[in-house]
């Protein structure tokens, strides 16, 4: 089995407690992340989390992503939370629904076909204990909650119907429904993560574009997500979880709504233009940049961590995961990261 992340190395270093002690740092990655999720000037770059992603939720399964303090040896894809399947495909590391297959036959009458997921009966405490393993005290726990509002939409019955289902009037109220139980549901999940796994950090998924532009008008998205994306951005603020919403797609004209949403961090792509977001919206939204450099020499690092703090303001928050660089580019990063906010 192929797992997304090192399990091995993931359990070693959480019983090992470490923190990435190649470097002496001021205060611990917890407290470092904190102040970003908080909207202040951390003291260096270089975000570092714990991932904890129990195969008690099945969406987590279903889409290739297990890391719970056990080790996984069955096979990732099949049924999620809500019974629809997924087929998960190794080279791309990641699932999409099994072809053929639907769940929902007419969305007006959803609730004939959907049930929804028995959140309560799961048994947290074992989650709990094993994730004691992949969990180190002085990181943010986090998980990713698959799927959101319109891909879950999609999952039920197809991107095309789903398209329309999103702007015919005769079925607007019944997507209205759906999204309105989602909340509900999202909103007992955060709970007992937050209760029972201490969750601090959730990766909310739900894409709203393409490459070239969003899937629909603002005007949709204001009247159709923008209402229940607020609501389980409440929940998250609720119970103490900062939210981070992982959108895909040219959607940077929808982060204007995100922000309105009380979003406090973008997870975009790189098409999207991440500088120029970042120096407009930086202040209210934690803006992610997605560069991959795990392959790349000293020289090309300076390079890529000098451009970075070129851009850098205070009180502009900027997401740089550690898991997306190589050695040679954190510490580069984090010597850098830490001379400018050290001003």
């Not at 099949?78 to 999409?96: H, I, K, N, Q």
């Not at 009247?223 to 994306?229: H, N, R, V």
């Not at 205070?314 to 995961?321: A, M, N, R």
Request: glycine content about 6%; aromatic content about 12%; proline content about 4%.
């Amino acid at each position: 089995m192929q797992y997304p992340f090192d399990y091995n190395k993931e359990v070693a270093q959480a019983e090992e407690g470490k923190r990435g002690k190649e470097f002496c740092t001021p205060i611990t990655p917890r407290e470092n992340d904190l102040l970003v999720g908080r909207h202040q000037d951390p003291a260096w770059l270089g975000q570092e989390l714990n991932h904890v992603f129990p195969r008690e939720i099945p969406d987590n399964v279903a889409r290739g992503f297990v890391i719970d303090g056990r080790p996984f040896e069955g096979e990732f894809g099949g049924t999620d939370m809500f019974g629809v399947e997924w087929v998960y495909v190794p080279v791309a590391r990641g699932s999409m629904e099994k072809p053929g297959t639907r769940l929902v036959a007419d969305i007006e009458r959803w609730e004939e076909d959907v049930v929804f997921p028995d959140v309560e009966n799961l048994d947290w405490a074992a989650i709990a204990e094993a994730a004691k393993r992949v969990i180190v005290p002085d990181k943010i726990t986090s998980t990713m909650v698959y799927t959101g509002f319109f891909e879950r939409l999609i999952s039920l019955i197809g991107f095309e119907d789903a398209a329309v289902a999103m702007i015919d009037e005769e079925q607007q109220e019944a997507v209205h429904r759906l999204f309105d139980r989602l909340c509900v549901h999202y909103d007992n999940l955060l709970r007992h993560m937050r209760e029972d796994m201490g969750l601090e950090y959730v990766v909310f998924h739900d894409d709203w574009g393409a490459q070239r532009g969003p899937f629909f008008s603002e005007a949709t998205c204001r009247e159709m997500l923008l209402p229940y994306l607020k609501r389980v951005v409440e929940s998250a603020h609720k119970y103490q979880i900062i939210f981070n919403f992982h959108c895909c797609g040219k959607v940077e004209a929808f982060v204007p709504l995100m922000i309105e949403a009380g979003v406090d961090a973008w997870d975009g792509q790189p098409i999207n233009d991440i500088w120029g977001l970042y120096h407009t919206y930086g202040d209210r939204l934690n803006i992610t940049l997605n560069e991959k450099v795990l392959e790349i020499s000293k020289e090309d690092a300076e390079t890529w961590t000098d451009n970075i703090v070129s851009h850098l303001e205070h009180g502009k928050q900027l997401i740089v995961s550690r898991r997306c660089m190589n050695e040679t580019a954190r510490e580069l990063l984090y010597i850098k990261s830490r001379q400018f906010y050290g001003e």
